[in-house]
């Protein structure tokens, strides 16, 4: 390879010399590479470290123990450098249990500087004169072996982030930020795999699903299972084998006979030469379910109206873009409007109460917390406005 400064490691000697070098860093920068636009289930293909001297590409195929890893990610003195952490951290949580510590993140920073571009070819061009090649961004990062472009293009995700995360969290200190950003970091350390959070099936995630009633429902649920023990089985994208729009529209046609599941846009001769016999077969088993066994959609009761509710909500979102205006931030990275929801509906009283808060950032309690108190304490009829004249950070 003929960067000095980048070295390919896809031996376990190799990889345990190269963590133990970087374990007497202050800092090293991580990213991973895995292959969802590719394969069906989630995993690690490649990992790439940088401390401010050299950069590593470890191949996880051919290093059996990751261990030491693991334990780099987790060592409180080491900072570890990240771009957009939060699928890096819950894949190599889901994959190996791995969890970090004392972590910086630059597009958490970027984020808390209104960065007008946060995505790291934005920044790396803005601060540092970079260009990132952008050929391999839904690259199969799972085949072997990788040419050497798609080895540097891996490399340039964290070669350049100490030099970055230098920049950021200067501006960060400079603008009275950094114990923001510090908070949002200490968060992400609790991420992990986890499951999704409602819980919902799958298939009424396809967009369009929650209007489908009775057999045209049970014609989805039984497709997209279909669709999804394929993918499993042959580890390839859900999307690669059907589309959703596809699944959609078999489920409102209930095709019967492969002339007819042919003639659904999206279906295609292939997969109905390769897979036809299967997907009928998906379709047959919801018509032929009994009455009481057809999926229904649960929803909730409905809430009655709550006028006083909505007042506080309208005076919280008016409250929270003026603020945002003033500390030229995003409204949603300022205060979510999830949170203002929380906040409306439990109406604190005290910074002690706000505080105290699910979802509320301690940050966002010291520097307008009151403007919040105040916003959803006016009384019903009054318009939003006078936002307290504080030094902006």
Known sequence: MSDPQLSRIDTQAGFETLLEELGREPLVAVDTEAASFHRYHDRVYLVQLSSRARTA???PLAVADLGALGRLLADPDVEIVFHDADYDLRLLDQQFGFRAKRLFDTRVAAQLLNEPGIGLAALLEK????RLDKRFQR???STRPLSADMVRYAADDTRH???LRDILRARLAEHGRLSWAEE???LLEQVSWGAAEDGEPGY???KGAKALRGRHLAALREVYQWREETAARSDRAAFRIMNTEALLEIAKTLPSDVATLR????VGAELVERRGREILDAVSRALQLPERELPRIERGPRRAPDPALEARLDHLKARRNELAIRFDLAPGVLCPNGTLEAIARAHPCSLDELRGMPGVRRWQAEAFGQDLLDAVAAPEGETSGGVRQEKLL
């Open 57 to 59: 590409i470890i191949d």
């Open 127 to 130: 601060y540092l004169d970079v």
């Open 139 to 141: 690259a199969d990062w």
């Open 161 to 163: 982030l100490p030099a």
């Open 184 to 186: 949002e970091f200490g």
């Open 204 to 206: 009424l995630r396809v």
């Open 263 to 266: 003639a659904i846009r999206g």
